[in-house]
């Protein structure tokens, strides 16, 4: 399974945007990349997840350039709320086979 | 919203004891796992059911651990006997096929003292 890597932390402040870039540069033909989010004494929640291009939905737009060797999470006008660990995982449609990271810290100050 | 449910939520236990943790998968999904997360590092997979069947269980430590869903449905995690490197959040998550979608359930903090 394809190795990421992602900022350990980041901060912002309330309303702006926040791109969370992940490295993965071995990554598979096949493999998908995913992205969850972890609030603190919960479970992971999954955002968002794409193979090439550009995905959005409603919480989230996910980029990936056109050789996939990395990926940015994009977070449209963060609130306190979206204060939480996001994991990029590289590998399988379904996180539950791939590999979680140590994930990126961020934290929106008011 | 259909949710994954695990309980309990909390659980202190002494060294060498047994400990059990329960998880109920949403309602029709076929595959089941369970995780364990150390504090300050991402959820790392011990085992993964297909119905009632194990199909990757290559990162349980069987000489403590072991976890069934005998009816392909609710599933149970042991520990036996605990270990004080055991404190984690112990992470139940599901999916309606091998290659959908997982979703987490709240998990059970365990703390070994």
């Known amino acids: 399974l394809a190795k990421t890597t992602q900022p350990i932390s980041m901060d912002s402040y309330e309303g702006q945007e926040v791109n969370i870039t992940c490295s993965h540069n071995n990554i598979a033909t096949n493999d998908y990349i995913t992205w969850y989010q972890q609030f603190p004494s919960q479970g992971p929640r999954f955002i968002i997840q794409?193979?090439?291009t550009k995905v959005t939905n409603e919480v989230a737009s996910l980029f990936i350039p056109a050789d996939r060797k990395s990926s940015t999470l994009s977070l449209p006008r963060v609130s306190l709320s979206d204060t939480a660990v996001y994991y990029c995982l590289v590998g399988y449609t379904n996180a539950g086979k791939s590999t979680f990271g140590d994930g990126t810290t961020l934290t929106v100050k008011p | 919203e259909a949710e994954v449910a695990q309980s309990p939520r909390y659980k202190i236990t002494e060294k060498s004891q047994a400990v059990a943790f329960w998880c109920d998968p949403i309602s029709g999904h076929a595959t089941l796992y369970w995780y364990r997360q150390i504090l300050g590092q991402g959820p790392e997979l011990l085992v993964q059911f297909q119905d009632e069947s194990v199909v990757d269980d290559s990162q349980l430590p069987k000489d403590r651990f072991s976890a069934e869903r005998l009816k392909g449905v609710d599933s149970t995690l042991k520990i036996q006997p605990a270990e004080l490197g055991d404190s984690a959040m112990y992470l139940c998550a599901s999916s309606f096929t091998r290659d959908s979608e997982a979703f987490f359930g709240q998990g059970t903090r365990l703390t070994v003292v």
């Open positions: 794409g193979y090439k």
